[in-house]
């Protein structure tokens, strides 16, 4: 393991080389101690993953390979991010949530609790590439939705509770709690009682 900063793991957990932990941001570079990856109990690292400084995460996390988690990012327990997933700095990602394989998340994403989103579901955060720091928009994803395959969620856009977006939608305001999503630009539908959650 490749260790920058300080880092706290918890027990049990599982590491497959190679791993990197507390890799400095652009505000880190020539510190020493500053603050790294502090993991909760139980969780399992799978080789290339690589997991910036000051990001928290909690109970029974585990990556694919090839997982990279930028700085500043929050995740709750019993979370999985699967291979080559990319995760931004200043994200918060909630309980029991699961990102497939390929998946992004750009900078300042809001992931509720128990949300799946689907292998290579891009969300976006600047409506005009490329803009400045200050003009970016991410999304905001509530409490149980779901994103399908290859779905894209624009930049601002909010995912209601409940709400189930299809593979690949593209999501270009934001989606009522409970409804279903499809095409593109995606129009919203009542959600059928099999995708209820």
């Known amino acids: 393991m490749i260790e920058y900063g300080y880092n706290a793991l ?8 190679p791993v990197t932990l507390g890799f400095p941001s652009r505000d ?4 020493k101690g500053y603050p790294g990856v502090t993991i909760g109990r139980d969780a399992v690292l799978r080789s290339g993953t690589v997991i910036y400084c000051d990001v928290l995460i909690g109970d029974a996390f585990q990556t694919g390979h090839n997982v990279l988690i930028r ?3 929050t995740i709750g327990d019993r979370v999985a991010i699967g291979t080559a997933a990319v995760i931004e700095g200043d994200c918060t990602i909630g309980d029991d949530v699961r990102l497939q394989s390929l998946v992004y998340i750009p900078t300042g994403t809001r ?6 989103i689907g292998p290579n579901a891009v969300l976006t955060n600047d409506r005009y590439p490329p803009g400045l720091h200050e003009s970016l928009q991410a999304p905001v ?5 779901v994103i399908g395959a290859n779905a894209t969620i624009l930049p601002g856009v909010a995912i209601g ?7 690949g939608a593209v999501v270009t305001k934001d989606v009522p709690a409970g409804t279903l999503a499809v095409g593109s630009p995606a129009r919203f539908r009542p959600l059928p009682p099999e995708a209820r959650r």
């Open 111 to 116: 992931i509720g609790d128990r949300v799946f």
């Open 28 to 31: 880190r570079i020539g510190e």
């Open 71 to 73: 700085e500043k990012t």
């Open 141 to 145: 994803i509530g409490d149980g939705a």
């Open 10 to 17: 918890g027990e049990g957990v599982t590491i497959f080389e």
């Open 161 to 167: 509770e409940g709400a189930f977006v299809a593979a």
